[in-house]
């Protein structure tokens, strides 16, 4: 009896209720080339921030960028967290396993093409559906593409956050710090131009709740 | 546009402005009288509404009080007249159950002391009165000379006469031993008489104290009746009173409620979802548990409505006996049903709070030991579990203080809405002053604008009555 009052009383909340949807999609995308590979340990730690951090009902997407990115066969590991609280870290569990053991055999690639990348996530967390998108970017933010793939074309991002963690300096940046300055600088405007709702650099892994928080 | 198009000589800026103020100074002069009907009636015209504003809300704030004393003494008749219904209730419990077995008592009383009558006058028997041998004792002692016979018999006497004199003795030794048994024998009786006596006393002393504080509570009616200014300012105060403790004891019974809610909202989202949104910050697992609590406040009301310690719904009360065990029995089980429900959902939220912290353990980088708390780790568990159970049944009284902060709050509201209402009738009056000052105000700095052509008004008046008065002179002079 208990039940069914609460389950009519829930009804007649939920026929008033809010119908947004207020789940939290993020999809990571980690670069595997070259000397980049190396950095995999500390994608795994925020990943498993990620994995603390994420509700029931929020969804987790963690890819690989190589050498042509544009592929679900990228995808290392996804879960959308049952509502329930149990279940869902019942979920991450499984879900650091899993990316545990992928990180463990990650071979590097030659050539980084981080805007396909960008691409399979968009549609991704657009299929996806939630109220918050993110798409983080572990990456030094080299985008280097084979002379056959093809990416020099306008891309959308609309109502996606991008937040590009532990851009590195490469040694040419030590030479000449424009050219860091100037590389990210390239990619903020490209994904404004997208229509990103945001773009934010977080290089120090110490700030990590930045990763999730709103501007 | 050009700047300078106001001036009358371009070239000359303090020119044109004096030119400007003089026109202006004309203009306001010849239209002074137009001007100054037109600020008394403005003034006037705000004056008069809000005058008439004042006194409504006057009019209002006084029947509101009128009506707030009504009601007031209507409460506090109700009120009283209850207290006294109940004190003549006791004293009524008091006298069936005490003076009832008044008559058995006396007539125990009255046995009591027959028997203790009795026994005194067995105790009054006096002892046996000295034997007639002793005068004639004293005759053969009176026998003068040392006659052997003599002798003898008095030795025979002597001997006689301790003989009997010790069985005399015995005998009284006998008797006053039988009457000090008599006499202890009375101890009984005289401490029942005692315990009597005083059962008898302490009645008669509760009801003198029943007495008396019906004489109070009477008196008390008796003012209220009468409508004095005493009774009501005492009914406010307890008013007041009544107000501010039951707002303590629902900011207290709110806390409660609120440890309730944090305890039970957590392992409500395992039943509900946590993905689920009525606002956009406000989940559907939170709303679940606060009607969860809302539902147990409900059930505690209706169950005190049963037990007729409160009257909220006089449906309730006056529901028969048989339907009103029914629903405090409903109202009880509910309540016992949700105290389980909450120590399960406590039970819960300790464990998925466990679950979650050995998650993010397994999360950190540096392994951190397993840490074994025994028998101590799980107070807190039993304390969550135990909160859950009784939080339900401490919130059931919350009834109580709800009751009185309703009642009183008809008396808190109606005195600050008159109170509120006085204070829209003196701001009205106020600003009606305000108003009408201002009109002043503005008709004196009206002139202050225009003072040269009224310097020259007045010089101008003053001339002309010289020149006038010859010729009146000269006319009442040629009319002689």
């Known amino acids: 009896m208990l039940k069914r009052m609460l389950v009519v009383l829930l009804f007649a909340l939920s026929a008033c209720g809010d119908s947004r949807d207020h789940s939290h999609a993020v999809y990571m995308l980690v670069d595997t080339s070259g000397t980049y590979a190396q950095e995999s340990a500390k994608a795994q730690l925020i990943i498993n921030y990620l994995l603390g951090t994420l509700q029931p009902g929020d969804s987790l997407a963690v890819a690989r960028v190589k050498s042509r990115s544009f592929s679900e066969k990228d995808i290392i590991a996804k879960a959308t967290f049952d509502s329930r609280p149990s279940q869902a870290n019942a979920q991450k569990r499984a879900f650091r396993d899993a990316i545990d053991n992928s990180l463990k055999l990650v071979t590097p690639s030659r050539y980084t093409d981080i805007t ?32 056959v793939t093809v990416r020099n074309f306008p891309i959308s991002l609309r109502d996606i956050r991008i937040v590009a963690v532990n851009v590195v300096k490469l040694n040419t940046d030590n030479v000449d710090p424009r050219r860091y300055l100037g590389r990210l600088d390239d990619w903020k405007k490209r994904v404004e131009a997208a229509g990103a709702t945001e773009w934010r650099v977080i290089n120090d892994l110490e700030r990590l709740d930045a990763i999730l928080a709103r501007s | 546009m050009n700047n300078q198009a106001w001036m009358v000589w371009p070239e000359n800026p303090a020119v044109s402005v004096l030119v400007l103020v003089v026109l202006a100074m004309l203009f306001l002069y010849a239209a002074r009288k137009p001007m100054h009907a037109l600020i008394h009636s403005l003034g006037r015209s705000a004056v008069g509404p809000l005058r008439l504003g004042a006194r409504w809300l006057i009019s209002a704030a006084d029947r509101m009080a009128y009506r707030n004393r009504a009601v007031l003494l209507a409460q506090g008749r109700q009120e009283v007249g209850t207290r006294i219904e109940r004190e003549f209730e006791r004293i009524g419990a008091l006298v069936t159950r005490e003076l009832q077995g008044y008559p058995t008592l006396q007539r125990k009383l009255l046995d009591e002391i027959t028997r203790v009558e009795e026994d005194y006058r067995k105790c009054g028997e006096v002892p046996p009165p000295p034997p007639d041998w002793v005068d004639a004792v004293t005759a053969m002692a009176s026998v003068k000379g040392g006659n ?13 006469v301790n003989s009997i004199h010790d069985k005399a003795l015995a005998e009284y030794r006998r008797a006053y031993e ?46 209220i009746v009468s409508g004095s ?17 039951a707002a303590l004891v629902l900011a207290v019974a709110a806390g409660g409620a609120f440890i309730n809610f944090k305890l039970i909202a957590l392992p409500m989202s395992e039943m509900v979802g946590a993905g689920d949104y009525i606002t956009a910050n406000l989940r559907t697992s939170e709303v679940a548990a606060l009607v969860i609590i809302l539902v147990e406040a409900s059930m505690g009301l209706f169950l005190l409505e049963a037990l007729r310690i409160t009257h909220l719904f006089p449906r309730i009360a006056n529901l028969n006996d048989r339907m009103r065990h029914r629903i405090l029995w409903i109202a009880l089980t509910l309540l016992v049903t949700l105290a389980g429900v909450e120590a399960a959902l406590a039970l819960m939220r300790d464990m998925l709070i466990a679950d979650k912290a050995a998650l993010l353990q397994s999360l950190a980088t540096a392994a951190q030991p397993a840490v074994t708390d025994g028998w101590v780790g799980r107070i807190p568990t039993a304390g969550q579990m135990l909160l859950g159970f009784i939080l339900p049944f401490a919130l059931a009284f919350i009834a109580i203080p709800l009751e009185s902060l309703i009642h009183s709050g008809r008396t808190v509201g109606g005195v600050l809405a008159v109170a509120l209402v006085r204070i ?6 106020f600003a009606g002053n305000v108003a ?22 007045r010089v101008a008046a ?19």
């Open chain 2, 229 to 245: 200014d005493k009774a009501e300012h005492a009914l406010n105060v307890s008013g007041f009173t009544q107000f501010a403790i």
């Open chain 2, 424 to 429: 829209a009738a003196f701001a009205l009056r």
């Open chain 2, 436 to 457: 009408r000052h201002l009109s002043r105000v503005l008709v004196n700095l009206y002139d202050v604008a225009i003072v040269i052509p009224l310097l020259v008004e």
């Open chain 2, 148 to 160: 052997e016979m003599v002798l003898r018999v008095l030795e025979e006497i002597r001997r006689s």
């Open chain 2, 462 to 480: 003053k001339a002309p009555k010289r020149a006038v008065a010859p010729d009146v002179d000269d006319a009442e002079r040629t009319h002689a």
């Open chain 1, 116 to 147: 396909g990348a960008m691409i399979q996530a968009a549609e991704h967390l657009n299929e996806a559906g939630a109220g918050r998108k993110t798409i983080i970017v572990f990456s030094d933010m080299q985008e280097e593409l084979d002379k």
């Open chain 2, 178 to 223: 039988g009457r000090h048994k008599i006499l202890e024998g009375f101890m009984p009786f005289w401490r029942s008489l005692d315990k009597t006596l005083g059962q008898v006393d302490r009645n008669i002393a509760s009801l003198h104290s029943s007495a008396a504080t019906l004489d109070a509570q009477m008196e008390k009616y008796e003012e």
